[in-house]
T-cell receptor
């Protein structure tokens, strides 16, 4: 069966520091991968999605970036965090031939 | 552009009551998919159901049932005999792409359901 992992689970970082969040999927190949942010107030915002290695699409302009160095690895990064980057970051995958997405446990990021 | 509206923001019921969570969507496509997700306090979104636009049959899974009505662009979710463990935020979502290559989901803002013992 497929599983999706995210780490770290929680992170507290100062403003201006770098960020690297990792997401890996097991038990499937060539998944579509997604990064979402959920700020206080619950709404889910799609940040990036990827349909293959090295293929990244950005949904909103921001100081975050994403990379997919391997088929089942998706990384969210920032060179300098802002206070507004605080939130709950969720990684998701979908099989490709269907549309439902399966979510990881999330990373709660607090920028101070 | 596609849009999902969950007009209810918070619902509180007493255990064993039935509760319906409303979802209204907008899309120009004839082929689309609708979803419901549950987000318990732990934070992880749990996939509950996917329904495509050509299948208007209602679905029942245990205490959960879904009513898809294309005429009113609604995809409502009913929990029968609610339990405390049903307390969570519930999201309705829409995807217009018929294939997975571009299957971006548009989420509603979610409904916080509290089930009191």
């Amino acid at each position: 069966s497929q599983t999706i992992h995210q780490w770290p689970a929680t992170l507290v970082q100062p403003v201006g520091s770098p960020l690297s969040l990792e997401c890996t999927v097991e038990g499937t190949s060539n998944p579509n991968l997604y990064w979402y942010r959920q700020a206080a107030g619950r709404g889910l915002q799609l940040l990036f999605y990827s349909v293959g290695i090295g293929q990244i699409s950005s949904e909103v302009p921001q100081n975050l970036s994403a990379s997919r160095p391997q088929d089942r690895q998706f990384i969210l990064s920032s060179k300098k965090l802002l206070l507004s980057d605080s939130g709950f970051y969720l990684c998701a995958w979908s099989p490709g031939q269907h549309n439902e997405q399966f979510f990881g446990p999330g990373t709660r990021l607090t920028v101070l | 552009a596609q849009k999902v509206t969950q007009a209810q923001t918070e619902i509180s019921v007493v255990e064993k009551e039935d509760v319906t969570l409303d979802c209204v969507y907008e899309t120009r496509d004839t082929t689309y998919y609708l979803f419901w997700y549950k987000q318990p306090p732990s934070g992880e979104l749990v996939f509950l159901i996917r329904r495509n636009s050509f299948d208007e049959q209602n679905e029942i899974s245990g205490r959960y049932s879904w009513n898809f009505q294309k005429s009113t662009s609604s995809f409502n979710f009913t929990i029968t005999a609610s339990q405390v463990v049903d307390s969570a935020v519930y999201f309705c979502a829409l995807s217009e792409a018929p294939t997975g290559a571009n299957s971006k989901l548009t989420f509603g803002k979610g409904i916080t359901l509290s089930v009191r013992p």
